[in-house]
């Protein structure tokens, strides 16, 4: 019998589209949005260090700012950063269902940024009894230690555990 619920945010309660991010940022760069994308893709491993709390967001900002040649302000910045995020309710309704049911706890690999605009954008997701969170965790999925930081902040167990995600590994 499953008695506890990880889901993963990004792709499953929240659709996300991070060509929003690039395309606004184009109009702030002397890059167009293609080669934001394809600088980001180059340089991802800024990204994991800013997801698994490695790096501060003003590091995070500066390295990002140099590198898609961005003329934006902190604040402004980050509000083009995290406005990419779009309400799944069929599952939001979903979990609001089985929340008397199981045990639930949020799993992600996002970044303090993110998950602060989130709580504010969306505070009827904040329905979970846990949040392993990688910036918390100083983890990402799928490292097993994130998974075992989720079950044991609710005192989940492995065989009654089911988790939700939209990439298979």
């Known amino acids: ?13 929240l659709t996300f589209d ?4 690039f395309r606004a940022l184009a109009g702030r760069s002397r890059l167009k949005a293609p080669e934001i994308e394809r600088v980001a893709l180059e340089n991802v491993d800024l990204a994991v260090l800013f997801e698994k709390g490695a790096i501060s967001e003003i590091d995070f900002y500066r390295n990002a700012k140099e590198l898609f040649a961005a003329e934006a302000e902190f604040g402004e910045f980050f509000a083009l950063y995290c406005d990419v995020f779009t309400l799944n309710p069929p599952v939001l309704d979903l979990y609001r269902r089985l929340r008397s049911k199981v045990k639930m706890v949020l799993v992600s690999s996002t970044d303090v940024m993110r998950w602060t605009f989130i709580k ?24 097993p230690l994130v998974y075992r930081e989720a079950l044991g902040l609710v005192g989940g167990r492995p065989e009654t555990a089911v988790f939700v995600d939209d990439l298979a590994e």
Do not use: Q
């Open 1 to 13: 019998m499953i008695e506890t619920l990880l889901s993963d945010l990004g792709n499953v309660l």
């Open 18 to 21: 991070n060509g929003l991010f």
């Open 120 to 143: 504010r954008r969306f505070p009827e997701l904040l329905i979970f009894d846990a949040y392993a969170l990688s910036f918390d965790i100083g983890a990402m999925k799928p490292d």
